[in-house]
């Protein structure tokens, strides 16, 4: 495989702009290219043209066209690289986003894009449908998609927005409790956990954390910090 993606676990750090925090990692992820075929299919409160102008506004520098708007998706998709195209994927709900994916036979045309080396970018859940599944994924299941098997770019599983703050007075599970129940029952496969602010850079066969903040992996029993800069190569042996 040839992948070169870029993970971001957000679109925003703390209160800064849309995309403020990312905006550098992206244009060296994307190179010379400047032209995003953008699927907004996570969005579900906001208009897919609304959320490709947020995205455009953030990013003047770039052309960023809708996949919606195209007649024919699947053919955009797989001629993305020759069109000199990234494909950007956004954030929003990760249940709509993989279901409507489904729903428009997108799931192995992007696989093979990025498995020809089309640059990827996505942000929470455009990020978590790179991992086997959505099995980790924050959000609430508003729709129910034929599989969660998602893009399974990366063979370990992927937990966006991680957090390990505890509200005072809260009493429900922490995020840490809650992978704890996915890694009880799938013990063997490991959850990587990343920071707002920081990104996975998947590129030349190479796994790297990115950004100022530290991540975990969490594994069986066994929750392990990754620092900025780890080479986490070896995470893509982790599905054989």
């Known amino acids: 495989m040839t992948a070169h993606v870029l993970m971001l676990s957000s679109s925003r750090q703390g209160d800064e702009a849309y995309l403020e925090h990312a905006r550098a990692l992206i244009f060296a992820h994307l190179g010379e290219i400047r032209d995003l075929l953008f699927i907004p299919y996570a969005a579900v409160t906001q208009t897919y043209d609304s959320y490709v102008d947020a995205v455009a506004t953030a990013l003047p520098e770039c052309k960023v066209t809708g996949l919606h708007t195209v007649e024919d998706p699947v053919a955009a998709v797989n001629n993305a690289k020759k069109n000199g195209q990234a494909i950007v994927v956004g954030g929003g709900n990760t249940f709509h986003l993989l279901s409507t994916l489904y729903a428009n036979a997108l799931i192995v045309p992007i696989k093979h894009a990025i498995a020809d080396c089309t640059p990827y970018i996505g942000w929470s859940a455009g990020s978590n449908i790179c991992g086997q599944s959505i099995r980790t994924t924050n959000d609430m299941p508003i729709i129910e998609p034929p599989s969660f098997d998602a893009l399974d770019i990366v063979p370990f599983q992927l937990n966006p927005h991680y957090t390990d703050y505890q ?52 594994l069986g029993e066994e929750k392990t910090p990754i620092n900025s800069g780890d080479d986490l190569t070896y995470l893509l042996d982790s599905g054989e």
């Open 167 to 218: 509200p005072p007075g809260h009493n429900g599970e922490t995020r840490d409790q809650r992978l704890a129940e996915f890694t009880t029952l799938n013990p063997t496969t490991p959850v990587v956990a990343i920071r707002e602010g920081t990104a996975l850079r998947l590129t030349n066969n190479q796994l790297t954390l990115v950004g100022e903040k530290d991540g975990f992996i969490f």
